[in-house]
């Protein structure tokens, strides 16, 4: 706590960064994007009824995000251009919201997300507020929020969570302290120190690299909480506390931009939309390393942005935010287009991954992503040895993501059980049967094994994992490599040995191609006028067969478009070693010369991180 406490607005900003906006939106490009997309949307909510207390299934989560996307947008406007519409408007929901029967503290995420969003427009518009409305407010922040939180309160078991809910739930909570820190400085400061005592064990994901185990998706959510929390402190009491220096936590703006693919989605592994938008925390993550580069997928975005194009839906919320993490910037926006980033990178860790693409900027290059880790990590699917494939401008090797919660729950299932033969490895797009993996006598992987990045190498473009762990029920050893060749082809090559039995070995391949054609010891893609061969160096005599798979598996399972598993099947007699190598051309490539093959203990080197670069 600080020794005294400033008046309001103190919460994340104060009037010199209102008016620093106000000025730099005249020169900086990205500030004048994110400051006309918020004019924009604002003069939409202005038409639009109130918030109302409507509840999905079990979840207030929707109505608490769009009151933080509304009252955070109007506020700042307010604050920016002085126009008395959004003042007043804020002003209509701040009431709307207040009047709830409560923030429904039994999923906390919801009043976490509300407590923000009131925080933030009793604070920017303190000055603003009728007298009954402040006393209103204030109270329903302190008891539908704050109290809550109380260790006597029944929903506080997110203080020590290792995912992404101590940063949203700690973040909303700080948010709300330092709002009424001057009504409540006993409760602030508890508030505070909790959050600064416990963000380590959300922030423990990072670690050591910045890959993230929940995927792109929760990487922003939690992530931008964090960023949130720790901008809150930074400004409230004038420093961070270390909650910037966990293992991992900057460099995970690395693993974010890397992240996006070429064709400009996210790698989807885990619970991950394909579409993630403009990651707005990266601004803040940019300014505080004074790092341009960070921020060259958001320029790819804005320079393929059709006019009037909202490139932040999932994260519209943080718009207003984005403009407080931008403003200051030391860099331009050109400074920052000029910034290749590396075309391979990795990261260990609880979800180890790999990517390899064949350069920046380009929507055609190649990319190829590999995947480790156990499918009982948080928001985990059985994806271990998976990868993603992306050529020519299509994704032809695709990792479809999540399924929406609410369409699974409410069939009944729980999703959050992650023991083996449990729900959640009945959802076609969590379990087996979605993901580019490899199948031992059609068995689902082992659900606690976990796949490590065992080699990388960014000279060869090589990555891989081992799998040992995964498949530990079915064979004494397998690993599954992955190389970017320089002509933008890409091998994919596993070898196993099996145990005291003969085993059936079924490597998986989903693709939304338009059409897959069968030939001899290959099948090509078709889709639009591009295509991408699979060739079947080896086995030759692997079979191969294709299946259409875009009706809904389960009746729970929500269909997939164009969805075809191709799949190629080999055995291997007891004891032996056995394994599949196949290279991916895409139709862009015209003579693939042919190349050197090795086993996989001799691509590239041990995976250190001093390798990397
Ligand atoms: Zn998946």
Redesign the pocket.
């Known amino acids: 706590m600080p020794k005294s406490i400033t008046p309001h607005p103190r919460l994340l900003t104060d009037v010199s960064q209102f008016a620093a906006i106000r000025t730099q939106v005249k020169t900086d490009a990205v500030l004048r994007f994110l400051f006309e997309d918020a004019c924009r949307e604002a003069e939409v909510m202005l038409t639009l009824p109130p918030l109302a207390y409507q509840k999905d299934g079990r979840r207030l989560l929707a109505v608490s995000r769009e009151a933080l996307r509304r009252i955070s947008t109007l506020a700042l406007l307010a604050r920016i251009t002085g126009d008395p519409r959004f003042a007043e408007r804020a002003l209509v929901e701040l009431r709307a919201v207040a009047a709830f029967p409560d923030w429904n503290p039994s999923h906390y995420l919801d009043t976490a997300e509300m407590a923000l969003a009131v925080a933030i427009g009793y604070d920017w518009l303190y000055d603003r507020l009728p007298p009954a409305d402040r006393t209103a407010v204030a109270k329903a922040l302190l008891e539908f929020g704050l109290l809550q939180s109380e260790p006597a309160a029944p929903h506080a078991g997110w203080i020590k969570a290792s995912n992404n809910w101590g940063q949203v739930c700690h973040g909303g909570m700080v948010a709300g302290a330092i709002a009424l820190a001057d009504e409540h400085p006993e409760l602030a400061r508890r508030i505070i120190t909790r959050a600064v005592e416990n963000l380590h064990f959300s922030a423990k994901s990072y670690a050591p690299d910045g890959a993230y185990p929940e995927g792109p998706m929760y990487w922003i959510y939690g992530t931008s909480f964090h960023v949130i929390l720790l901008n809150a402190l930074e400004q409230f009491s004038g420093h961070a506390h270390g909650l910037d220096h966990f293992p991992g936590f900057l460099a995970s703006a690395d693993y974010m931009l890397q992240m996006d693919t070429p064709t400009g989605r996210a790698y ?5 939309r394909i579409n993630t938008g403009l990651n707005l925390a990266q601004y803040w993550f940019a300014r505080k390393t004074g790092r341009p580069d960070l921020l060259f997928g958001n320029d790819a975005l804005f320079a393929s942005r059709q006019p009037d194009q909202i490139l932040s839906e999932e994260t519209t919320r943080f718009n207003a935010l984005a403009l407080l993490w931008r403003v200051n910037a030391t860099h331009s926006s050109s400074s920052e287009a000029k910034q290749q980033p590396p075309r391979s990178w990795f990261g260990r860790g609880i979800n180890p991954l790999a990517v390899h693409r064949s350069g920046w900027g380009d929507p055609r290059a190649t990319f190829i992503g590999l995947k480790g880790g156990a499918a009982n990590g948080p928001h985990g ?3 271990a040895g ?1 990868f993603l494939l992306e050529a020519d401008g299509v994704r032809w090797g695709v ?4 399924q929406e919660y609410l369409s699974l729950e409410s069939s009944g299932l729980n999703l959050w059980d992650s023991a083996p033969g449990s729900d959640r490895w009945k959802i076609f ?2 379990g087996p049967e ?2 580019n993996i490899l199948r031992f006598d059609g068995k689902p992987p082992v659900v606690s094994g976990k796949g490590e990045l065992a080699r990388f190498s960014a000279a060869s473009g090589t990555s891989v994992v081992n799998l040992d762990a995964v498949y530990a029920d079915s064979v004494a050893s397998v690993s599954r490599g992955v190389q970017l060749l320089p002509d933008r082809s890409v091998l994919i090559q596993d070898e196993w040995r099996a145990v005291a039995t003969p085993v059936t070995v079924t490597w998986q391949f989903l693709t939304e191609a338009d059409s897959v054609v069968i030939g001899e010891s290959e099948a090509t893609l078709h889709q639009g006028k591009e295509t991408l061969t699979l060739r079947v160096l080896s086995p030759t005599d692997a079979k191969i067969a294709l299946e259409n798979m875009s009706a809904p598996q389960a009746a729970y399972d929500a269909p997939n478009p164009n969805l075809k598993r191709l799949t190629l099947t080999t055995s291997t007699a007891h004891g032996a070693s056995g394994g599949f190598r196949v290279l991916a051309v895409p139709g862009s490539v015209k003579a693939s010369p042919p190349h050197s093959l090795h086993p996989l203990a001799e691509w590239g080197e041990p995976a250190k991180k001093d390798s990397a670069l």
Request: charged share 25%.
């Open positions: 989807s592994y885990a619970d991950c699917h059985m994806d998976s990792d479809l993501g999540m797009r969590v979605s993901h």
